[in-house]
Each structure stands twice: as C-alpha cells, then as structure tokens.
T-cell receptor, first 111, second 114 residues
Framework: LAKTTQPISMDSYEGQEVNITCSHN???????ITWYQQFPSQGPRFIIQ???TKVTNEVASLFIPADRKSSTLSLPRVSLSDTAVYYC????????????FGKGTMLLVSP | AAGVIQSPRHLIKEKRETATLKCYPI?????VYWYQQGPGQDPQFLIS???????DKGSIPDRFSAQQFSDYHSELNMSSLELGDSALYFC?????????????FGPGTRLTVT
C-alpha cells in the first residue's frame, strides 16, 4: 500500500480556507484516496474519497492531479470546531476496504 | 440515525487477565473492523469481518481473537493482557456499496490494564 506523507500540524483562523496536502508517490492504479477527521478520544469520521480530478461534498473538496501522486483536502471557511487531526489514506481498490492510518495532520483553528 | 455501539465504554483489567469487547454494527452493514489506538498514536487496524468471515488481518497479536456472529455483532477477545494493551479500541462498520471507504466508527472502548 502506498505510503502517505502529510504535514504534522497546521494553524489557521476562523473563516479561512485550509488546504492540507498529502503526498502518495507510490499510489497504485486501483488505489483510492480517502480522508478522515478525528477529534480526541473519538472514532475517526469519514470526510471524502476520490480517485482523480476533483470531488466535492457538503463539507470539503478533494483535488487530485492527473499523476495522482498527491492530493489536497480543502476545508472552506473553517471554524473552531474543525480543530482535529486529519488523516489522508490510500485504500486499495481490490475490494476490501481496509484502512491503514499513517501520521495525520493536527489542524488548530484559532479565533 | 443508528450508530455503531460498543460495550463496555470503559474497562479496567489487571495484567494477565482477559477482556472481551463487543461491537454492534449499524443495521444492514455487513463488514466490521477493529482498530487499536494507543495514547498519542494513530489508529492501527487489527482485523475485519465480512459476512461473518474474517476478511483481512492487520497487526493483531496472537493473544487476541475476534469473530462476527450471525446477527453481525462482533467480539474482540483479548487474553494475557499486558500493560501495552492499554488503548482505545474502535469498532467500525461499513455497508455494501461498491467501492467505498466510508467506515462508521463507534465511540470506542477505553481499556486500561494495570
């Protein structure tokens, strides 16, 4: 499974757009990219998944360039409640959706 | 909406004791996953079950075993507990829906081994 690399931490202010970039140089043809959010002492929560180009849902956008070696999670107009750890995961498209968590990005949103 | 239920929420055991954690997936979800998250660590996948059969195995110690029952609930059995087993144990479930990596996590069981 492709190894992912993302910033250890990021700081932002309320109302700003936050972009978290993840690199996954060894992503395989069948792999998908998915992002999860985790608050302290809570289970991770699914944010978004994508294969290529751009995916948008009600909470975030995911940008994946043509070579798929990286991806960027975009959070529009963050609030204090978006302070959390964000995980970028590469999941095998083989059928079983096992998730392998690496080191996530601790996002701190300040007033 | 119904969520994943885990019990107990907190458990304190002594070294060398056994523990059983239970997970009740969201109705009509056919796959259950177990994760371990130590203090300050990232979640680590332990094992998963699809339609009551083991589907994938991660870094689950030999001292641990798990199964999924006919009603789809799952149990994680842990024996000869060690101090290092102290962690949050999450169960997650997913529904049959093509290629989707959306797993629904439960609130977790906090296991403390003393």
């Amino acid at each position: 499974l492709a190894k992912t690399t993302q910033p250890i931490s990021m700081d932002s202010y309320e109302g700003q757009e936050v972009n978290i970039t993840c690199s996954h140089n060894n992503i395989a043809t069948n792999d998908y990219i998915t992002w999860y959010q985790q608050f302290p002492s809570q289970g991770p929560r699914f944010i978004i998944q994508g294969y290529k180009t751009k995916v948008t849902n009600e909470v975030a956008s995911l940008f994946i360039p043509a070579d798929r070696k990286s991806s960027t999670l975009s959070l529009p107009r963050v609030s204090l409640s978006d302070t959390a750890v964000y995980y970028c995961l590469v999941a095998s498209g083989s059928g079983y959706s096992t998730l392998t968590f690496g080191k996530g990005t601790m996002l701190l949103v300040s007033p | 909406a119904a969520g994943v239920i885990q019990s107990p929420r907190h458990l304190i055991k002594e070294k060398r004791e056994t523990a059983t954690l239970k997970c009740y997936p969201i109705p009509r979800h056919d796959t259950v996953y177990w994760y371990q998250q130590g203090p300050g660590q990232d979640p680590q996948f332990l094992i998963s079950f699809y339609e009551k059969m083991q589907s994938d195995k991660g870094s689950i110690p030999d001292r641990f075993s798990a199964q999924q029952f006919s009603d789809y609930h799952s149990e994680l059995n842990m024996s000869s507990l060690e101090l290092g087993d102290s962690a949050l144990y999450f169960c997650a479930s997913s529904k049959p829906s093509g290629i989707s990596y959306e797993q629904y996590f439960g609130p977790g069981t906090r296991l403390t081994v003393t």
